[in-house]
């Protein structure tokens, strides 16, 4: 589902990896159907669809439905869902916090028809994490997100997998690179329309900021982190938020004059409390990351403080995420 | 094996934890023979011995030998090992990087008489991984070592379980909290002899200090997670390293004039090459930690650089990785 950035890394992934990935992990993953904004395709074969043929017709005409050959028929985004033997969807239409569509409506459907599904797109999970969880659970299917809190920096899965015993009492972090390039940017002289230009200018930032800027996202990589890690039920709704816009100069040179930088901190508290805001931390907390950098610390119950950084997105990053939840859901499946 | 402040943390965790630890993994650890320098007690009976007797014993005498009651027995190292009932020997007397003795012959013991084995002693695995790693395969046990880096900073189980899909190309990483803590004071202006004693008079170096000073301590972590993440069979012989002694205020200060810090950085390059040394890094690279902490950042194929940074050492954290570990051989026996 979509066919952006993400995705066609993906399928370049997997060209490139196929082997390997076999040899590793006994998996060999085809695509069996493909929907961009234009349309959905649906390969007539078991064989799948040919995946450099895939890249090169999105390329030359911007839309998979010109992929075009026998091996392949068009078909409606629902129908798509509902029919084609797929094991798992990919979910990789753009992130909307509004109402989480259309990704909301392309993952109910999937569970529904008994497929496994990987989103890396957080409004659905944003929104309503909880009822899908229990959606999947009831449905007996997996429901991964790797990529939709660190981009390709394994976030979810090292405070799930690698602190067995030990408890994680809180979490705060540092979830959105674009804000915090604003804020690297900022604390070198340039003032806040200066350094959001020239985020915008590098790619990070898009046309319409806010999702970034206001803290929204941020918040919603903050209530999936929070549901998955410590087991909440929580959604964008629990958060309380506020982003950078207000942040001036010389809140950056106070801050500095003590040692301390301003981050747009995203933090879940021992008591729960869910909150995005702009912090002064000192610089030389591990949490202090430059760039477009994120970074997280777990406080745990008996290990101390524990902090992972690394690139907060990228499309082969994202991509690599997707492939870990793939090689997870087989092991889940052939564990049961 | 050893009854010091790590293996006396780890009964303080499983004494705080039984319930939980019970109720998340199904396990109830009972420990059923204890050896220190003075000698060891078996239990007679099923039930293990009593967890906080045996914290007293210790506390009060010095030594598990004088727990004397009806339910145990005295006993040799040797016959322990051979003719407990246990299933797990978890190896935690002093590292020795000459012979990696005694903890050399308590696993091969161990491993021959098909018990899984924990260590979080470096010295065996820095002298014969390779070979005791063939050995546990052989005999068809589980081998585990997380507490042998990075104390209880899961830096082992990161790059083995949260990377699936993506390959490890190179590393590079602040091992040793000891060294660390003397280049943050030289950086402050302390001398190297200033700076030595204070990590003394706070506990972080030992009497003798050479093993952090000059590397031996570093270049054996390294060992270990190159064996362990990339599938390299080195050893100790395998790794170029000099440690901290040479380092001046000079030094220092003229890498600081250029934005740079100087850390002692052990790395594994992608032609494999094991290196530890005195290297001037970046002020704002993730690495660049400062006081005891442990930093380590393996550059992925796919997902860019990804920095872990914790406590590097600490009896209740070590302790934590040694419960991981026996989670984990859990995981694995319930498994096969």
């Known amino acids: 589902m979509g066919f952006g950035v993400v995705n066609q890394s993906l399928v370049k992934l997997l060209l490139s990896r196929m082997d390997d990935i076999y040899a590793r992990y006994g998996m060999k993953p085809r695509i069996v159907g493909v ?5 959905s395709i649906v390969s007539r ?4 669809l040919d995946l450099k043929r895939l890249l090169e017709v999105k390329r030359v005409y911007g839309s998979v439905v010109k992929y075009n050959s026998n091996e392949c028929k068009l078909s409606s985004i629902d129908e798509m869902i509902e029919d084609v033997d797929a094991e798992v969807m990919v979910e990789a239409t753009p992130t909307n916090l509004k109402d989480g569509e259309p990704g909301l409506t ?16 957080k409004g659905p999970l944003a929104l309503a994490m909880p009822s899908l969880i229990e959606l ?5 299917v997996v429901l991964r997100f790797s990529g939709t809190v660190g981009g390709g920096t394994p976030i979810l899965e090292f405070a799930k997998h690698c602190l067995k015993g030990d408890r994680i009492l809180s979490f705060r972090g540092i979830l959105n690179g674009t804000t915090n390039y604003i804020l690297s ?3 070198q002289g340039l003032s806040f329309n200066d350094a959001l230009n020239d985020a915008r200018a590098k790619g990070y930032a898009e046309a319409d900021p806010s999702l970034d800027i206001d803290g929204y996202d941020a918040a919603a990589k903050l209530v999936i982190t929070a549901n998955w890690v410590i087991g909440m039920k929580s959604t964008l709704n629990d958060v309380r938020f506020e982003g950078i816009r207000n942040i001036k100069q010389e809140h950056i040179l106070d801050a500095k004059s003590k040692g301390l930088v301003i981050k747009l901190i995203a933090s879940c508290s021992e008591d729960r409390e869910l909150i995005v805001k702009p912090m002064a931390i000192d610089k030389h907390d591990p949490l202090c990351v430059n ?3 994120n970074a997280i610390t777990f ?16 499309g082969i990053e994202t991509a690599s995420a997707i492939l870990r939840d793939l090689i997870e859901i087989r092991e889940v499946i052939s564990r049961s």
Chains 1, 2 share one sequence.
């Open 35 to 39: 929907a961009d904004s234009k349309g």
């Open 45 to 48: 074969s078991m064989q799948g």
């Open 106 to 121: 392309h993952i109910i459907n999937a569970i529904r028809h008994k497929k496994h599904v990987v989103t890396v797109n």
């Open 136 to 140: 999947a659970e009831y449905n007996n």
């Open 185 to 187: 940017m900022m604390e």
């Open 291 to 293: 760039g477009t950098l």
């Open 299 to 314: 406080v745990s119950e008996h290990s101390g403080e524990l902090t992972l950084i690394g690139k907060g997105a990228g």
